[in-house]
Antibody, heavy 117, light 110 residues
Framework: EVQVVESGGGLIQPGGSLRLSCAASGFSVNSNYMHWVRQAPGKGLEWVAVIYSGGSTYYTDSVKGRFTISRDNSMNTLYLQMNSLRGEDTAVYYCARGDNKGYFDYWGQGALVTVSS | QSALTQPPSASGSPGQSVTISCTGTRSDVGGYTYVSWYQQYPGKAPKVMIYEVNKRPSGVPDRFSGSKSGNTASLTVSGLQAEDEADYYC??????????FGTGTTVTVL
């Protein structure tokens, strides 16, 4: 069964760092497109970043230079390293598997990140 | 990377149809066939309902259909049921290996 489970969320002060993890089962993260999508409280979905099977990474403009998407093939886990966090980064962060036809077919339950002093 | 434009709300009675629009530009919706739609219940993860404009994943009822004309994509839910009451988001590939979601539409079954 295909499954992704996020962890690592929590309360962090502005300017701080946090790393989210997304443990995958039923498929290999290094053979698929893997995405992070976030949703601020009461707001809509926002695409954050992708890592392609070849290892290339891309980000939405608002997180470039602050967030880094990566994976550990041996652990079959996706990561999102978030630095210089701001209040506007407060959101539920979802890990999602992407298809090469441009859609996301499996989503995790989400990890809440709250940036506040 | 501006969000695609969706109406904030849509509604219909059980058995009726509702259509949600998703307006972008030539750089996203109008430029690619990679338009998908997601259903999200409160506090839950999104679920893909339509991909590649008009294709349904296995298990999605055929009451859900998608289309596109120019820079606007649409999701139609026919034969509305109580369980269709949810938030719906469109998404498009936006070029440059980036993706963009719509602003979201809350569907209410009257």
């Amino acid at each position: 069964e295909v499954q992704v489970v996020e962890s690592g969320g929590g309360l962090i002060q502005p300017g701080g760092s946090l790393r989210l993890s997304c443990a995958a089962s039923g498929f290999s993260v290094n053979s698929n497109y893997m995405h992070w999508v976030r949703q601020a409280p009461g707001k809509g979905l926002e695409w954050v970043a992708v890592i392609y099977s070849g290892g290339s990474t891309y980000y939405t403009d608002s997180v470039k230079g602050r967030f880094t998407i990566s994976r550990d093939n041996s652990m079959n886990t996706l990561y999102l390293q978030m630095n210089s966090l701001r209040g506007e980064d407060t959101a539920v962060y979802y890990c999602a598997r992407g298809d090469n036809k441009g859609y996301f077919d499996y989503w995790g339950q989400g990890a809440l990140v709250t940036v506040s002093s | 990377q501006s969000a695609l434009t969706q109406p904030p709300s849509a509604s219909g009675s059980p058995g009726q149809s509702v259509t949600i629009s998703c307006t972008g530009t030539r750089s996203d919706v109008g430029g690619y066939t990679y338009v998908s739609w997601y259903q999200q219940y409160p506090g839950k993860a999104p679920k893909v309902m339509i991909y590649e404009v008009n294709k349904r994943p296995s298990g999605v009822p055929d009451r859900f259909s998608g289309s596109k004309s120019g820079n606007t994509a649409s999701l139609t839910v026919s034969g509305l049921q109580a369980e269709d009451e949810a938030d719906y988001y469109c998404m498009s590939y936006a070029g440059g290996d980036t993706y963009v979601f719509g602003t979201g539409t809350t569907v209410t079954v009257l």
